[in-house]
């Protein structure tokens, strides 16, 4: 999918509904006087809701008020964040054969990559570039 096909107005008639989605985000990424003004409020407001309520933002946080220690479960909020934003958060979850038996597969842990896959995991016929 090229950029100019990605610039074009949305037609609803002969955009696919995949390529009506491309466009939206497209127009999103490159709204920049938009992405500039919001700054990190979109962050923070994520961030200050429940489940991803980070002890590290203020004393006073979200509609709950203090931050509790007691009420907060990492567990819970990296595996929220992985299912509804598909992002491996600090810790990488995955499965994997198992390098002593190969005829296992078993949970492996990994640091999580703070970047995005190289452009050819996009693009190549990989099961990765396919998810």
């Known amino acids: 999918m090229g950029m100019a096909l990605l610039e074009k107005p949305i037609s609803k008639r002969q955009d696919s509904e995949a390529v009506q989605k491309a466009k939206i985000l497209y127009a999103s990424c ?3 006087n938009k992405i500039e ?3 990190v409020k979109p962050l923070l407001s994520i961030l200050r809701h429940s489940p991803f309520r980070w ?3 203020e004393s006073n946080i979200g509609p ?6 007691r009420r907060f479960s990492l567990m819970q909020t990296l595996a929220t964040l992985r299912g509804q934003y598909s992002n491996s958060v600090f810790i990488r979850l995955y499965v994997a054969a198992d ?3 190969s005829n296992r597969y078993i949970l492996k842990l990994d640091q999580a990559s703070l970047s995005l896959s190289s452009r ?3 693009l190549e016929n990989t099961t990765e570039a396919k998810s």
Do not use: H, I, R, T
């Open 64 to 69: 709950e008020g203090l931050w509790s220690e």
């Open 37 to 39: 003004k919001a700054d």
């Open 120 to 122: 050819e995991d996009y």
């Open 99 to 101: 390098d002593k038996a």
């Open 30 to 32: 490159m709204n920049e």
């Open 55 to 57: 002890p590290v933002l």
